[in-house]
């Protein structure tokens, strides 16, 4: 490492303590003239992906402040992260419910996500590298990071951490997105507690498949399989299915033990005696002929003013004539952005209501008792209505406010609803995370999704049809979410 330059750093940086060295490098604690502090790394070790995050911070990620490099070795500054790791929580055996999973899982896979979008794999997901502050979690420590290399067979260097890295980490070919999925299945595998059954369970059983193959192959897929979980089609019992069963084996069963001879009690002033019928003697007895009878025909009665035909005998009202008793409704009435009353039910659980220019785009999923997430909608826009939007080199530019989308949530639940989160993700990429207000029970609030100046970039535009895909994900901590995610496809058409 440069002289210079090392020497500058330690004048502005003061050592307070040391937290690992070896023959890899050494790690410290430093803080600066106003007292803050930051981790100190002199890493023996060139290549690594610190410039690449300088240059491209991420949330989840710390920020980092300096990074430069020589032949041989790697001096980096690097925001000090202040939390509990999963390590201590797992240590402690504090473990996280579902919904605090989730949210740590979501973000981490947008983390990643972004990392393997650079060709970055981190290799050393753990407990000890996440870091919970509040409701964000932090992922640190790319000490041990392998640049994906297009047509390389395995990777230069076996890093990682036993019983959290894949397999094939170990030199049978080279690392990508699924070692870090498969560390991160491992990772909340134990942070869950281990009698948790709920539908992580299943998700996380895939990402640690032995098999790379059977894994998700991207945070994207993993991401996707949290926010639109369906069970696997394997056959679950529900209590009507039970009630079902249990019908048709009385109804199977109960007719022949209602024919097999019982005991009969017969009471007497001193005690009860239990008289058996005996079947042998029963069927001693000669059997007599019985001379069958014809059984009367029974009619129907009918007022006498009608006529005795077929045709005016009485008959039962068809279900559409019966009359069902008024139930006292326990809806609560909601308003949409544009006023618009409906009934929706109640129940525990917070309910995402989705709306294009005031329109709601999901009420008919308000009566299903299970989470529906296909709720978004296609807008096609005529070529005579956008053929006189501006253009810019190639960009369709989208006036400000001809779209609106706007997402109401409500806590329908007894409990706070924390930590809310819509996620935005246009069709460049682009990704914005709105934070929300905790919610009491019955509290509602409203996201604004930013739609200003959207470019719609296509060099065959009025040739061809184009689309412009937003997907909104929201999560939260605090109760069941219904509505978790909804999609926007605009899709300009090349005709009238």
């Known amino acids: 490492m440069n002289v210079n330059v090392e020497n500058f750093l330690r004048s502005r940086f003061e050592k307070i303590k040391l937290i690992k060295q070896s023959e890899k490098g050494e790690i410290w604690i430093v803080t600066d003239s ?5 981790i100190w790394k002199k890493l023996l070790k060139i290549g690594l992906a610190y410039k690449i995050l300088k240059e491209n911070p991420h949330r989840i990620f710390p920020k980092i402040i300096y990074c430069t490099e020589d ?5 980096i500054i690097e925001e000090f992260i202040q939390g509990e790791s999963l390590f201590e929580k797992i240590r402690q055996k504090n473990y996280l419910n579902e919904n605090e999973a989730k949210n740590f899982l979501l973000q981490i896979c947008d983390g990643l996500e972004f990392l393997h979008g650079k060709n970055i794999i981190h290799r050393d997901i753990k407990p000890e590298h996440l870091i919970i502050q509040g409701n964000v979690i932090k992922l640190i420590d790319f000490d041990s990071v392998h640049i994906y290399k297009e047509g390389q067979v395995e990777d230069t260097e076996k890093l990682g951490t036993k019983g959290y890295a894949p397999p094939e980490q170990y030199g049978f070919s080279q690392s990508d997105a699924r070692n870090d999925i498969y560390a991160l299945g491992i990772t909340f595998q134990k942070v869950l507690e281990k009698n948790y059954h709920g539908y992580l369970k299943e998700i996380l059983l895939k990402c640690t498949e032995k098999n790379p193959n059977e894994r998700y192959q991207s945070a994207d897929e993993l991401r996707d399989a949290i926010l639109n979980y369906r069970p696997s089609k394997k056959f679950v019992f529900s209590k009507k299915i039970l009630l079902m069963i249990l019908i048709l084996i009385s109804a199977t069963i109960y007719p022949k033990f209602l024919n097999e001879k019982m005991p009969v009690i017969e009471k007497n002033s001193s005690e009860e ?4 019928h005996k079947k042998n003697e029963i069927q001693s007895k000669p059997q007599e002929k019985v001379e069958k009878k014809e059984f009367p025909e029974i009619k129907i009665p009918i007022d006498e003013t009608t006529s005795t035909t077929s045709e005016n005998f009485q008959k039962l009202p068809s279900q559409s004539n019966f009359e069902l008793p008024e ?3 326990t809806s609560v009435e909601i308003e949409s952005p544009k006023n618009e009353t409906y009934q929706e039910i109640t129940g525990d659980f917070v ?3 989705y709306y294009l220019n005031g329109q709601r785009m999901n009420e008919w999923t308000d009566n299903l008792d299970y989470d529906v997430t296909n709720a978004g909608t296609i807008q096609y826009i005529n070529k005579n209505i956008w053929e006189n939007w501006r253009l810019e080199a190639n960009n369709l530019i989208m006036p400000n406010n001809y779209f609106q989308i706007s997402v109401l949530v409500k806590n329908y639940s007894q409990n706070i609803f924390n930590n809310s989160q819509l996620e935005i ?3 460049d990429g682009e990704r914005k ?10 509290e509602e609030t409203i996201f604004e999704v930013p739609l200003n100046r959207i470019q719609i970039h296509d060099s065959n535009l009025g040739f061809s049809d184009v689309k412009y895909i937003i997907k909104l994900n929201f999560w939260g ?3 069941e979410i219904r509505g978790t995610s909804s999609e926007y496809e605009f899709i300009f058409l090349k005709g009238d």
């Open 327 to 329: 139930i006292p409704s």
């Open 34 to 38: 106003s007292g803050k502090f930051f």
């Open 71 to 75: 032949e041989k070795s790697t001096l």
């Open 273 to 276: 005696k239990i008289v058996e």
């Open 425 to 427: 993700i246009y069709n």
């Open 351 to 353: 309910k995402v209501k």
């Open 477 to 479: 901590d605090g109760a």
């Open 433 to 442: 995370t709105l934070n929300g207000k905790s919610l009491k029970p019955n």
